[in-house]
């Protein structure tokens, strides 16, 4: 089936195309050369699973204690499963459906923020190890000029190493770089430039993230209080899956140490700069004033900081049934409560109003909060087809929650559709040190 598309335009609101997908292409997305592979989900045993949570409500305590064990010991996957709590649920078992829906829900959300591992063994050709560590990872992976390297082998030996401990490896062995300013979306490597220099510093890695230095140079401000300046340029590098919303660079804690002894620091120390992040790939460029090391120094043994990295967590969906019906419904997923405030008609279109509120937004609804906006709000019909909103706008806006009104065009009964929701269950703010050393000076 072709896909229709058709313009909608109101004054004041966000407006896309209208679009129905196929049945088969439901959900899905185009995957890039190396593969947007999909990690591998957890195979559930349903009937096991049913049984377990039977036995919750059992009238034996130590079968209660173990089926509860058991659920938790089963991980993420089996939260879809759990049943939702209702007024016919029995006290003891909704208190036990709490506990461990509250419990895989931390633990998810926790292992989100942590790095990811790769095993990896043997020779092979270098698209097959990246798309090994795309499946492994859930990180896009894009490879440019992809077939010039299909004959190309490496040989990777690693057991439960961090994604850029393995990545920095190939880099090295393929004689790749990463290319920050790609418009795919993830991780883009590319081949080193003819006649660079492939090995640098040691890039730091703290978890998911990786800072490497770009270069460093002394200058003179003539007519200036300065007595010179060291300007370095790093890269901070992140895995695919992650989006920051935003980095701040708090310049009094940034600082060098020369190999004659002396330190250098921030000439702005006051200062707490926003870096600016691309809406595609997973790099961003950090610029930092230190004062001029002394002529005799040769190198930089270390130079070090701390960067602020606010991000959300994994999204989560969030899932309305009948929501025409006028009632007024709420869900929540680790620290964010979503709820379905109205859906009326409005000419010839729902408007679907929707406030997403988190208990911890730590700053990030302040000033960053049209992030918020690239969720995702869709309708499913009876046959899994997506609808998607035609526009949208934000009527509501505090430090904790925003508020954004969806339209929808609904041919039929709309209470054949159930609408989606699509919203990070956290947003955490980061510390993130990193420590550069044996760096060269000009």
């Not at 309305?320 to 929540?332: A, I, L, P």
Request: glycine share 6%; aromatic share 6%.
């Amino acid at each position: 089936m072709e896909l229709g598309v058709r313009i909608v335009c109101w004054v004041g609101w966000v407006c896309l195309a209208v679009s129905t997908l196929s049945a088969q292409d439901t959900l899905s997305e185009t995957k890039p050369a190396t593969g947007l592979v999909e990690p591998p989900r957890e195979s559930i045993n349903l009937p096991e699973v049913r049984r377990l949570l039977r036995s919750l409500d059992s009238d034996q305590l130590a079968e209660r204690d173990s089926a509860e064990k058991q659920l938790l010991q089963l991980g993420v996957a089996v939260l879809p499963y759990l049943p939702e709590i209702s007024s016919s649920t029995s006290g003891e078992l909704k208190v036990r459906l709490q506990r461990i829906r509250n419990q895989l829900q931390t633990s998810q959300i926790s292992s989100f923020f942590s790095a990811s591992t790769i095993s990896l063994a043997g020779k092979m050709p270098l698209p097959q190890a990246l798309d090994q560590i795309a499946q492994q990872s859930g990180n896009r992976i894009y490879l440019e000029n992809r077939a010039a390297f299909e004959q190309v082998e490496v040989d990777v030996s690693a057991e439960k190493q961090s994604f850029w401990s393995v990545i920095d490896q190939l880099l090295s062995l393929a004689r790749l770089r990463i290319n920050p300013f790609s418009s795919e979306e993830g991780l883009t490597l590319s081949a080193s430039m003819p006649g660079s220099t492939v090995n640098g510093p040691r890039p730091s890695v703290t978890g998911p993230f990786q800072v490497q230095i770009l270069s460093v140079q002394t200058s003179q401000q003539f007519g200036s209080s300065l007595t010179g300046q060291l300007d370095v340029a790093l890269q901070l590098n992140w895995e695919p899956r992650l989006r920051p919303i935003y980095v701040q660079l708090p310049m009094s804690k940034m600082q060098a140490r020369t190999d004659d002894g002396s330190e250098q620091v921030a000439t702005s120390p006051q200062a707490n700069p926003e870096v600016p992040l691309n809406s595609s790939g997973c790099s961003a460029q950090l610029d930092l004033q230190l004062t001029r090391p002394p002529r005799r120094a040769r190198q930089l043994e270390t130079i070090s900081g701390e960067l602020v990295i606010a991000i959300p967590s994994e999204k989560h969906k969030f899932v309305f049934e009948k929501f025409t019906t006028g009632k007024r419904q709420s869900e929540k997923f680790g620290e964010v409560t979503v709820t379905l405030e109205s859906a009326r008609r409005n000419g010839s279109v729902y408007e679907v109003r929707i406030l997403t509120a988190f208990r911890e937004a730590q700053g990030a609804l302040d000033s960053f909060r049209g992030w918020i906006l690239s969720n995702r709000a869709y309708l499913l019909d009876r046959q899994q087809r997506v609808v998607q909103n035609v526009g949208f706008q934000s009527y509501a806006v505090t430090n904790e929650s925003v508020g954004v009104a969806f339209l929808f065009q609904i041919n039929g009964d709309p209470l054949d559709y159930t609408l989606v929701y699509e919203s990070p269950g956290l947003i955490t703010r980061q510390t993130i040190p990193f420590a550069i050393h044996d760096i060269d000076l000009p």
